[in-house]
């Protein structure tokens, strides 16, 4: 499942992508995948996490500390063997703190939509 374009602000754009994964290969080519499209290839940031049989895996990506906030996250909900991927295209200002509320609500976007 992706999510495009979720949140905007000072111009910087979120997304949201995610679906199983059950090791760090698996991670790995999901990431691949997700950046085929030109537009992900372009982003500033793909964070991710995953709790699988490897452990507890993240990526910031450049955006120190955004990986953690999205394995709490699954680790809250008791998600496994699930990947998350929050992408930021950064807008040219920076967002401070603002950016970590804006990885929360983009994990708890693609949360409630895994839940219908």
């Known amino acids: 499942m992706v999510f495009d374009n979720i949140i905007s ?10 679906g199983p994964c059950n090791s760090t290969a698996e ?19 793909n964070t991710w996490g995953v709790i699988c049989g490897d452990g507890s895996l993240k990526n910031d990506d450049g955006e120190s500390g955004a990986g953690m906030i999205i394995l709490r996250m699954l680790e809250r909900e008791n998600i496994r063997d699930h990947i998350i991927v929050v992408t930021r295209w950064y807008g040219g200002k920076h967002l401070g703190g603002d950016r970590f509320r804006h990885v929360q609500s983009a994990v708890n976007h693609y949360l409630a939509a895994l839940k219908k």
């Open 27 to 45: 991670a790995k080519t999901f990431i691949k995948e997700l950046k085929r499209t030109k537009k992900f290839a372009k982003a500033t940031h």
């Open 9 to 18: 602000d000072r111009g910087s754009k979120y997304a949201v992508a995610g």
